[in-house]
């Protein structure tokens, strides 16, 4: 059924925003702000107004802005938001446009447009951008490897995340692939890095295959770090505290220009 959707909208000439809702799995619903998080609105391009939760000590040594995946909205993952709080980060968890409390509908374009303006939303608080870390899991790691290329940070953190869109759709839709297109093609644009990078996957990932993980940490400039998590799949990675520690680690090595010593 899915090929044939697809066909169709090829030939009826609207591929681009069937595409779009195969892409893009937004989940409207948020539950009040939690009373350890702050609750935070943020203008992005178009003037489209963005929800976002912030959680983390006073100056903390590093802030992550995390762009998150495909489906669902920042309050799916707010147990590791507490958890990345607690060891010592300030976390920025945004919603792209369309999602949750954000208004708009997601395109390629517009949520790295909703990067750019959570990252610039925390320089105009203040922040050093030299102690911003860009992190995101699985879609959400593309958006960051572009968010990178576009603003001065840290480093950047993914977990999870694909070489391209059209890799993943080879896997699960074979020759149907050439729909996606260039879209979220971060091998493309790993190589502009200038900041240390950060992947894991899990070995067990069947939406994004571990292969896709390895082929896009080995085409990351260096200095870099690749970590394969045994047992652990697509959505059950970030449960990982290991993971989580390693994060952290790095997110602190790497900002305000620490030294690079615990990225071997």
Known sequence: MLHLLLAFALLAGCEACVLETLIFFPDPHVPAT?????????EASEGVRLHAWYAGPPDPPATLVWSHGNAGN?????DVLRALAARGLGVLAYDYRG???????????????????AF?????????????????????GAVSIELATRRPCAGVAVVSTFTSLRDVALVHYGRLAFLAGNRFDS???IAQLRVPF???????????PLVLGERLAAAAPEPKRFRVLPGRGHNDILGDPALLDDIAVFARAVADDAPQANMR
Request: proline residues 6%; charged residues 30%.
């Open 99 to 117: 999602y949750g409390r954000s208004a708009g509908r997601p395109t390629e374009v517009g949520v790295v447009r909703d990067a750019e303006a």
């Open 120 to 140: 610039d939303t925390l320089t105009h608080a203040g922040v050093s951008p030299r102690r911003i870390v860009c992190f995101g899991e699985s879609l959400g």
């Open 74 to 78: 920042i309050a799916g993952r707010i």
């Open 198 to 208: 950060y992947a894991a996957h899990g070995d067990r990932d069947d939406i994004v």
């Open 34 to 42: 939690p009373p350890d998080v702050t609750e935070r609105w943020i």
């Open 187 to 189: 091998l493309a644009r």
